[in-house]
Nanobody
């Protein structure tokens, strides 16, 4: 049974930083891709960032966050992080962590991920 638990969300001002964490249970964490998605009120869920399995060493970002957000993983802790800098009000959303079942390469499609966390709220005030 794979479980993902996000933490680190909160209310911040524009320009501030936050670091989200996602702790994963289950074996073979290092062998599969991980992703972060977000969903703002009234909008569809969208891809934010993805990171490959350790062996591939690849990360991918949505254009809207590239240069401001950094995804990383610590396989010893079964945890993936999303460092968010220079936050903007439009970054306000519920952020979800996701894990692929077998894929080692990060995908921008939510259908490529089999397991999801419960989400953590990020609110950025102007």
């Amino acid at each position: 049974q794979v479980q993902l638990v996000e933490s680190g969300g909160g209310l911040v001002q524009a320009g501030d930083s936050l670091r989200l964490s996602c702790a994963a249970s289950g074996r073979t964490f290092s062998a599969t891709a991980m992703g972060w998605f977000r969903q703002a009120p009234g909008k569809e869920r969208e891809f934010v960032a993805g990171i490959s399995s350790t062996s591939a060493g690849v990360s991918d970002y949505a254009a809207s966050v590239k240069g401001r957000f950094t995804i990383s993983r610590d396989n010893a802790k079964n945890t993936v992080y999303l460092q968010m800098n220079s936050l903007k009000p439009e970054d306000t959303a519920v952020y979800y962590c996701a894990r692929a079942e077998f894929n080692s390469w990060p995908s921008r499609l939510d259908t490529a991920y089999a397991y999801w966390g419960q989400g953590t709220q990020v609110t950025v005030s102007s």
